[in-house]
């Protein structure tokens, strides 16, 4: 059944987008705008959806051009929904694991097989009572033998005071009181040691057995998935295909994760190359709550996640013509960096939005880059700290190896205060308040980070409100750690103050620029000792 969607209302006066849009960052089109309220609009339909879609789900859309020259979308979800990987209205998925005669369904229950069987050993009454029976009688066996170890000990001490008085006979009659109790020591040990192993042997009859399941269950999933992705044939604009393997044999984690090809953006590329259709944007949205550690907010965009569709858009892209990533893009080429204090030991630069602290994997400006040109005589790594690259603000510089050292020091004992200001999408009604929300990297979507009160590294923020502004908080922030992200998502996360900072693309909204910056720096000059303040305003603070 065609999935190409049109739209209910008129789109003439929307012009088509002059580039494919890049997945990990963008502004979604006019045009995907428009197709995801009608996907919206359609969801608010299924009734029996609610309770689902109310935990939260990412969809997508993507604009095309048929052969005919006919614009429409077509709208896919990640992963399943409703316990079904086809509905009606969304494009299927690239391969249907769902499917009820196919390869996968048939041994996946061949490995549910085993897993029952697995479970009915380790539930069986006798492998229960004979591992019982075993901890037993270890117990007993120690202390049968412990016992009669402390009579030997307790005689032996007695045969030693007898000696000096008895006989020659009485003395060889505790030699033999001696040899008979070490035989009985002996007689024990063996008797608990054929005993035990007796017990162990009945315990292994079940544990082999358990073990030869476990070894065929790894081996045969392991299998499984690695068929499973090679079924995972991606498409791109010129026509080649891949398979997952492939696409991910030389990444860092060399294997594809779970789920990789089963997310919105590859269905609806697969679907649209399988038509024929041209694809002309795209944009993935989230619908409901947001999950327990990530941070999703109710019909928000986001960009394709790095670590399950990076490898597989890199090659479906091929073809396209896509926008440039701005990441690589040297916005401030032409901007001169800004120098808010300097003397022969440090300075202290304001770096714009959009510069990079450090050099990335691309060839594009930098922070460092400028200051290892300005001062071509200064030893060490001159970076003292970093700034993302989206917030502007205070960035220090050290010009010698020694100075840098004691800047670090400081930073990592805390006593270096940085103060930060931003814009929050909300209304923040506490006027001054504490966060601690630990934080780790997400593995297949860095650099964005989750909460996580396990594995997390701890993260604590003050903040005071300065004012307010059309639904918009003006704050203050004072870290008192330096995670990565660590006021973007404190910032956004329901636990902490559930509004994000506006511009944010990664936790909120995207705007025209990321409204959080660093105005002020306090530390302690590593040469005079002097205790330095250095601030430079926002200049953003009544712009909204």
């Given at each position: ?36 309220g009608e996907v919206g609009r359609y969801l608010s339909t299924k009734g ?140 024990q040990k063996q008797y608990w040691k054929d005993h035990l192993a007796s ?144 003397d022969e030991w440090l300075s202290v630069v304001n770096k714009p939005a ?191």
């Open positions: 059944m065609n999935k190409l969607h049109y739209f209910a209302d008129s789109i003439s006066l929307l012009s088509l987008p002059e580039k494919f849009t890049y997945p990990f960052h963008y502004t979604p089109h006019p045009l995907c705008v428009a197709a995801a029996e959806w609610q309770g689902e879609l109310r935990k939260g789900k990412m969809f997508g859309v993507l604009i095309v051009r048929t052969g005919e020259g006919e614009v429409g979308y077509l709208a896919a979800f990640s992963g399943i929904l409703a316990g079904k990987n086809r509905h009606t209205y969304f494009v299927p998925p690239v391969y249907d694991v769902q499917e009820p005669d196919g390869f996968f369904r048939i041994e996946e229950e061949q490995i549910s097989g085993i897993n029952r069987r697995i479970e009915e050993l380790q539930a069986d009454v006798r492998y229960k009572d004979c591992k019982q029976r075993l901890a037993d009688e270890t117990i007993l066996a120690g202390q049968v033998l412990d016992d009669i170890r402390g009579r030997m000990k307790a005689a032996k001490v007695e045969r030693d005071r007898l000696r000096s008085t008895v006989t020659r006979v009485d003395s060889e009659q505790l030699i033999r009181e001696s040899q008979f109790q070490k035989a009985e020591l002996k007689r017990l162990q042997a009945e315990v292994e009859v079940f544990e082999t057995e358990i073990e030869r399941l476990k070894a065929e269950r790894k081996t045969r999933s392991a299998a499984l998935q690695q068929w499973l992705f090679k079924q995972f044939r991606m498409l791109n604009a010129r026509g080649e295909e891949r398979d997952l393997c492939n696409l991910f044999k030389d990444t860092v984690q060399k294997t594809p994760p779970a789920g990789a090809g089963e997310c919105a953006a590859p269905k609806l590329l697969q679907y649209a190359y399988r038509n024929g259709w041209q694809p002309l944007a795209m944009a993935e949205f989230w619908w409901g709550d947001s999950p327990k550690n990530e941070i999703r907010r109710h019909g928000y965009y986001y960009p394709a996640c790095k670590g399950k569709c990076g490898p597989i858009l890199k090659h479906m892209l091929q073809g396209l013509h896509v926008e440039e990533n701005p990441l690589e893009t040297d916005m401030h080429r032409d901007t001169e960096l800004e120098i808010m204090y300097e959009g510069m990079l602290s450090v050099p990335g994997k691309s060839d594009i400006d930098s922070v460092y880059g400028r200051v290892r040109r300005m001062y071509p005589e200064a030893t060490g790594p001159m970076i003292v700290h970093r700034l993302d690259m989206a917030t502007s603000g205070l960035i220090l510089i050290a010009k010698t190896k020694e100075v840098h050292q004691n800047l670090q020091a400081q930073f990592k004992n805390r006593t270096v205060c940085k103060r930060y200001v931003a814009w929050l999408d909300g209304i923040v009604e506490k006027k001054e308040g504490h966060i601690e929300l630990p934080l780790r990297p997400d593995p297949e979507d860095r650099p964005r980070q989750v909460v996580d009160a396990v594995h997390g590294k701890p993260a604590v923020t003050d903040y005071t409100v300065l004012h307010y502004d059309s639904g918009r908080t003006f704050i203050s922030f004072i870290p008192k750690t330096g995670r990565t992200h660590q006021l973007r998502v404190h910032s956004a996360h329901p636990l902490g103050l559930n509004a994000p900072i506006v511009g944010d693309e990664l936790y909120g909204r995207k705007a025209d620029r990321l409204y959080l910056h660093a105005e002020y720096l306090g530390f302690i000059h590593p040469v005079s000792g002097v205790y330095m303040e250095i601030e430079k305003e926002s200049g953003f603070d009544d712009l909204l």
